[in-house]
């Protein structure tokens, strides 16, 4: 994290993801580095370590280019996760390592917008500060098949099933819908692609 | 989930974990099922899906249960992520998929004890219900280092670089300090094994 920390925090409007991609292949260098040097990441902050990637910036432009890593990354053959937190609003965050500009610019969109493969994904939602939490996780919950998603109640978390434009779609309708309800929330999600696990 | 719910209602004492293990290896598959077979479960109640694993049961056992699934899919030359989130208290929360008993008893404690090797592992805790929620996580940051760990702070979670066994303790002691803070806390976990980018 950047040192030179202009003043503390959380504000809504600086929105980030921390997110990690695990391709289930010995050959998963480049793939990883692959999808991350073909993503355009200049409508956001960027910063990788050993462990993960972080994006920050706006949350169109944030989703923009999480949505693209993942598009970039696929291939036919290969089970591939990706697992990654979006967050805004922390108290412990700070107005430094930002992009230019928070304004919309989303420059990936038009490369992956018409990209389709089916996904499954789980996601968690914490809304934070507030005991009343439960009504927008469950509000969150039956937005799901609005989506288009297929919904499944599964123990400490909820699983969707769909086309990977919808679950993006879905997951940024969450994050819109929780910034409005909690001054700090996170969003946990992991979206498998080519499992060979039948069900 | 089970649909013989016995009853709703988060109660402090049913602790699940649940996870996901990603070999960066073609031959991910026996990986996956060699360690969770080999991972002793008598002690958990569990249920698996493409997505991932939930181990569910008394905190000491669950802990016990995880970090053997990890211990044992450890090989040398694979670089090998853990992701997962350990939660307990959860209000959506049932007293139904459950172990026969929820009292201490660790039946891998033995066989991975003496297991040692460096890992990474990032984390974020999320005290739930509580508007004064930002002390914990202070105070967790703060006992990475008692436990032999380094430390670094990055956005939106908590690093720490160590030895596999002081990781699971660090883990298990911040669970057991959350329960006495919030009726409601979820953290999430991502440790990896052999990494090959250099720091």
Redesign the interface.
Known sequence: ?SKQMQCHGGQMGIF?C?F?L????????PIILGALEKTDTSAVWS?S????T?Y?GGLDNVVDAVAALLLNAWREDC?M?L?G?F?EG????VTA?LPKSLDPSCPNRESIGEIHFPV???L?L?P????D??PL?LQVKGMAEEHGLRLN?????T?VDGDVQQVFSYLEAVCKLSREHASHY?L?F?I?MN???E?
Chains 1, 2 share one sequence.
């Open positions: 994290m980030g921390r990690s695990y391709p289930m292949d010995s050959d998963f260098v910063a370590d050993a462990l993960s972080v920050r089970h996760v697992e937190q967050s922390c108290p412990g965050d390592d499954s994904c789980k968690a914490y934070m500060g507030t005991k939490y439960m996780i109640h599964i123990h400490y978390a699983r996170a946990h992991t498998s499992s060979p696990t069900e």
